[in-house]
């Protein structure tokens, strides 16, 4: 199986897509994957983006979906939990703090 890192050089290119609406999810995977770009960025800008994400990565688990503009924990939490193979957080400062969270929810299991 590839990595992701290897996924993301064979394609070159990842659609990053806005979905208002969860029932635009599938007709938009089954035009990237007949247009033989089975990959996606789902923005998280929109309440239908968990909801697309899971949609998409159950009907096609072989398709690289991820989310992005992802901000807070939470969010990560739900996009993984959608299938969301990958995160895309904007900005050094968010990604720090996101990071120092995760590392302290990670400790805190541990214990």
């Keep these: 199986m590839k990595t992701i890192e290897e996924l993301f050089y064979e394609y070159a290119v990842v659609p990053v897509v806005v979905l208002d609406d969860a029932k635009d999810a599938l007709p938009l995977a089954d035009a990237l994957i007949k247009g033989g770009l089975p990959c996606a960025e789902v923005t998280f800008r929109t309440e239908a983006a968990e ?3 899971r949609q ?4 096609y688990p072989n398709m690289l979906v991820g989310a992005g503009t992802v901000l807070t924990i939470d969010q990560v939490d739900r996009a993984v939990g959608a299938g969301a193979k990958f995160i895309v957080s904007p900005g050094f400062q968010k990604i720090a ?4 969270e995760a590392v302290a929810l990670a400790t805190e299991i541990r214990k």
């Design 51 to 53: 909801e697309s994400i």
């Design 56 to 59: 998409m990565t159950t009907k």
């Design 97 to 100: 703090e996101l990071t120092k």
